[in-house]
């Protein structure tokens, strides 16, 4: 049984730096892509960011790229998103997932292509 658990969420000043963790058990975690998405109120999932297996190919949603870093630790089975200069409309749930097949990194904007996600974390950010 494959679980995500997300951590680092909470509520933020707009210009804020976080960093969100979402640690893996159950897969050989070295193996799969990671995404980042988020859900807003009264809004679809959207891609946020995602990084192949071995941590050498990203991918960043046009509205967070030069803010956010995704990175993972597969020594610590962990994907991180480090989050910068935060605004009041990146308020949203944020979710981690397991992309699913492994060693690829194909459509991995596209949330069907994920087959486990975590629970979600709330970061609010106030103006």
């Known amino acids: 049984q494959v679980q995500l658990v997300e951590s680092g969420g909470g509520l933020v000043q707009a210009g804020g730096s976080p960093r969100l963790s979402c640690a893996a058990s159950?897969?050989?975690?070295?193996?799969?892509?990671m995404g980042w998405f988020r859900q807003a109120p009264g809004k679809e999932r959207e891609f946020v960011a995602s990084?192949?297996?071995?941590?050498?190919?990203?991918r960043y949603a046009d509205s967070v790229k030069g803010r956010f870093t995704i990175s993972r630790d597969n020594a610590k089975n962990t994907v991180y998103l480090q989050m910068n200069s935060l605004k009041p409309e990146d308020t949203a749930v944020y979710y981690c997932a397991v992309y699913g097949s492994p060693y690829l990194f194909i459509a991995t904007m596209d949330p069907l292509k994920y087959d486990y996600w975590g629970q979600g974390t709330q970061v609010t950010v106030s103006s």
């Open positions: 990084i192949n297996s071995s941590g050498e190919r990203t």
């Open positions: 159950g897969r050989t975690f070295s193996a799969y892509a």
